[in-house]
């Protein structure tokens, strides 16, 4: 299961339609956390526009160090807004595409339906192992840190704690039991897959930083009609609508 879900961070999305001639393909790195909503926002955008997109999934941290290191990226959808700010300012990303596409909810899921009480099961023994984010790539990590520092769970919890690269990763240690539960990104835990099974608490967003998310086009996309057309479709009502239904809110 970790391998699969570990492949899936290095999924390609294709479409299936014949595109007309005039259309282009764009190269994307997308945060794990925004992958369940972006297959559903990849399909309307490749359908209304005839453009493809060939996308990443991976740690926020990650693809920043990749596109500073030259990754053939034409766009970034990262889980934090300092780093697309600093690709901003060190001249690999175009002045002034940048903008929050979303803002992220951090939940507690177990995929067993008894086991989630609130904030009080962080204070339970009845758990061996719980999952987080490396908070050095990931924001939700980080947010996951801040929240248990906040209970003054931090010092009993982190001797139980089992880290993932990335969202992807952390929920695959949940799924596959090597985790009895986890501090995930909402849209997770409501992809289709999931189909709501198990049992969540949704953090109080008092308990941690907000966890704005922005959108970048890198200077290599700048001149590809793709990826500034994903830009655009990302302000849509269609896209903004399936954002929402996956737990996101708006700026």
């Known amino acids: 299961m970790i391998q699969r879900l570990l492949a899936w961070c290095l999924c390609v999305f294709s479409s299936l339609a014949v595109a007309p001639a ?28 005839g453009h493809t997109l060939r996308v990443a999934a991976g740690s926020s941290g990650n693809f920043y160090s990749q596109i500073k290191n030259g990754a ?40 067993n339906p008894d086991l989630m ?17 490396n ?13 248990m520092q906040k209970l003054g769970v931090w010092e009993n919890v982190q001797p139980r704690m089992v880290m993932g690269e990335n969202l992807g ?23 289709p897959k999931i189909k709501g099974t198990g049992s969540r608490w949704d953090v109080p967003k008092h308990l941690h930083e907000p966890i704005k998310q922005d959108a970048i086009l890198l200077t290599k996309g700048n001149d590809n009609a793709a990826a500034k057309a994903l830009m655009e479709f990302l302000r849509s009502l269609k896209a903004q609508a399936i954002i929402e239904r996956y737990g996101y809110e708006l700026k």
């Open 169 to 191: 990763q952390t929920m695959g240690f949940i799924e596959s039991g090597n985790a009895q539960l986890g501090f995930v990104a909402l849209s997770q835990v409501l992809d």
């Open 117 to 133: 009480k609130g904030e009080q099961t962080l204070r339970s023994e009845h758990f061996k192992h719980l999952a987080i984010a």
């Open 72 to 111: 053939p990226f034409d766009l970034f959808l990262s889980a934090d807004v300092e780093r697309p700010k600093l690709l901003e300012d060190e001249g690999l990303g175009v002045k002034e595409s940048r903008f929050t596409y979303a803002i992220g909810r951090l939940v507690l899921w177990s995929p």
């Open 135 to 147: 908070p050095k790539t990931a924001p939700y990590g980080v947010a996951a840190i801040q929240t």
């Open 22 to 49: 005039f259309a282009e393909q764009a190269v994307v790195a997308v945060a794990a956390n925004f992958v369940p909503p972006f297959r559903e926002i990849a399909i309307a955008f490749e359908t209304a526009t």
